[in-house]
């Protein structure tokens, strides 16, 4: 569990899953050579994965290239199945950081023999969140800022604008598959310029209008 501020208080994330959209960002499926998406491509992480603010992301001793992948958060307020885009955002609390830390050998493995993606997205802390929860009537989702620094490097820097399934239809598309509950979390896919962590880094994401999620990096001792 993830607490961070909401408006005055404190929201306890407590979601029943996490949901992340691959290849949303028409560069960055190009720098992973792969096609354009013709819907919305979901896979999950696990809960378990997630950590907050200043805290550290744990490179597993499994992996030997660990990716980092700066993604808007939708916060679900408000449980449905078969939601319309059309209601789809009053189904939305609100709106955070996220960090889909990735096993990127783990998952090009994975690629080659035909695997599920689960063990490359899904060790403990590959899932960063925060540093708050914006509320939903706050922001322009489809317009803001995107960015990822690591020791004070730029690696990704884009617009959300260019997100090629906007919220609505993410919502109306995992809706019609699965129940969304409240507290789920829904990562929208991240940009360009994706690129390996090492020991002792600290990456700072930032999206305009919600503020930097910072995390330090370490490796899994032996």
């Known amino acids: 569990m993830v607490s961070l501020p909401f408006q005055n208080e404190i929201y306890e994330l407590k979601p029943s ?10 560069k960055h499926a190009e720098e992973m050579k792969s096609e354009v998406p013709k819907e919305p491509i979901i896979f999950l992480k696990p809960p378990s ?4 603010p200043d805290e550290t992301i744990i490179l597993p001793n499994k992996s030997k290239k660990v990716h980092h992948e700066v993604e808007l958060a ?5 449980g449905g199945k078969n ?7 009053k189904y939305v609390l609100g709106y955070t950081i996220f960090l889909d830390i990735t096993a990127r050998d783990l998952q090009e493995e994975a690629r080659r ?27 322009n ?11 004070n490097e730029l690696r990704q820097k884009s617009n959300t604008s260019e997100m090629l399934f906007k919220i609505p239809e993410i919502i109306e598309y995992i809706s019609s598959i699965m ?4 507290g789920d979390i829904i990562a929208t896919g991240t940009p360009e310029g994706v690129g390996e962590l090492k020991d002792g880094d600290v990456v700072e994401a930032w999206i305009q209008d919600i503020g930097i999620l910072r995390e330090r990096v370490r490796k899994e001792k032996e």
Do not use: Q
């Not at 994965?49 to 907050?52: P, Q, V």
């Not at 695997?115 to 969140?129: R, Y």
């Not at 129940?179 to 409240?182: G, K, R, S």
């Open 17 to 26: 899953k996490i949901l992340c959209l691959g290849k949303n960002y028409a």
């Open 49 to 52: 994965s997630l950590i907050g």
């Open 74 to 78: 939708v916060i679900i307020g408000r």
């Open 83 to 89: 939601i319309s885009r059309k209601e789809a955002m």
């Open 113 to 139: 023999k035909g695997m599920p993606w689960s063990i490359c997205k899904g060790f403990d802390t590959f899932a960063p969140i925060g540093p708050r929860i914006v509320p939903a009537n706050k922001v």
């Open 141 to 151: 989702p489809h317009n803001l800022e995107i960015g990822l620094k690591v020791n």
């Open 179 to 182: 129940t969304l509950e409240v």
